[in-house]
């Protein structure tokens, strides 16, 4: 059974950063993708990054390019979403997901499994 926990969320002020960690677990297939998506209040699902296991390949959000950086831990077994830089409107929900295929994608939709969120919150 496909697990992916999220963790790391938090209060942080405005040019501050967090680190996420979603931890991948019950399963043995090699080719898929981890995102990161967040959702505010009264908003939908938004895609903020990927990363494919096969080739390390990764897409991110205009919104966070220059700002976010997501990686694999391999020996952990976890995909990190490092956030640097943060703004009042980067909090929201953060959720993890895994996707069947090598191709990296932020569309929520494609996604076949989540993690349960963690709440990230900037003040300002």
């Known amino acids: 059974e496909v697990q992916l926990q999220a963790s790391g969320g938090g209060l942080v002020q405005a040019g501050g950063s967090l680190r996420l960690s979603c931890a991948v677990s019950?399963?043995?297939?090699?080719?898929?993708?981890i995102g990161w998506f967040r959702q505010a209040p009264g908003q939908e699902r938004e895609g903020v990054s990927c990363?494919?296991?096969?080739?390390?390949?990764?897409v991110y959000a205009d919104s966070v390019k220059g700002r976010f950086t997501i990686s694999r831990n391999k020996v952990k077994n976890t995909v990190d979403l490092q956030m640097n830089n943060l703004k009042a409107e980067d909090t929201a929900v953060y959720y993890c997901?895994?996707?069947?295929?090598?191709?990296?994608?932020?569309?929520?939709?494609?996604?076949?499994?989540w993690g349960q969120g963690t709440q990230v919150t900037v003040s300002s």
């Open positions: 019950g399963f043995t297939f090699d080719d898929y993708a």
């Open positions: 990363i494919s296991e096969n080739n390390n390949s990764t």
């Open positions: 997901g895994l996707r069947y295929s090598t191709v990296c994608s932020v569309a929520r939709l494609s996604y076949d499994f």
